[in-house]
């Protein structure tokens, strides 16, 4: 099963022990992933922000004909990884893995056979992660102030007024 992340919206049927079927499906789109199931009778639906995956993992299996390799999308709660792609081609999922990776925007992971991850890049086209700072719009004080009072100078320090302490005032209403 090798999908390509170019599609704005791909749709994948997904093995899942747990649901009354066996199995649940998954709707894939850049910013957020579904996964809808049926579990005792009640239908389930997640919707998860792509930024709440770890990672795009590439995992190694040795099978009966040779390797197959896998690219999952990895969540901190293994029931919630997807498996994107398996392919026995090395040359083609190394394509894909990368692919996937810029798509989601997350680093790409390595599996290893005890279940650890492992961060290979963070490399996003030519921008390393974490080096882009979002740029500031406005002006920081903009909330508390208006333009036009921002704009304003303060008054000189000779004209400040004084202030007379321990003095008392009677005031008379009459």
């Known amino acids: 099963m090798v999908t ?18 066996g199995q649940r499906e998954i709707s894939i789109s850049a910013d957020a992933i579904a996964i809808d199931r049926r579990v005792g009778g009640v239908k389930m639906r997640f919707c998860l922000p792509a930024p709440s995956f770890r990672g795009v993992a590439l995992s190694v299996y040795e099978a009966a004909r040779g390797f197959v390799y896998r690219i999952a999308l990895v969540h901190a709660d ?8 398996e392919s026995e081609n090395e040359a083609d999922i190394s394509r894909d893995w990368l692919s996937w990776a810029n798509f989601f925007r997350l680093p790409r992971l390595t599996r290893s056979a005890s279940g650890g991850d492992a961060v290979v890049g963070r490399r996003f086209g030519e921008v390393e992660a974490g080096e882009v700072k979002p740029r ?7 909330g508390r102030r208006s333009m036009i009072s921002a704009r304003r100078l303060c008054g000189a320090k000779g004209r400040v007024t004084a202030v007379h302490r321990g003095e008392r005032e ?3 209403y009459e």
């Open 136 to 142: 500031r719009r406005g002006w920081p004080l903009k």
């Open 78 to 85: 293994a029931d919630l990884d997807v498996v994107l792609a």
């Open 170 to 172: 009677i005031v008379c």
């Open 4 to 21: 390509s992340p170019a599609a704005p919206m791909t749709r994948l049927v997904a093995a899942d022990p747990r649901a009354d079927n």
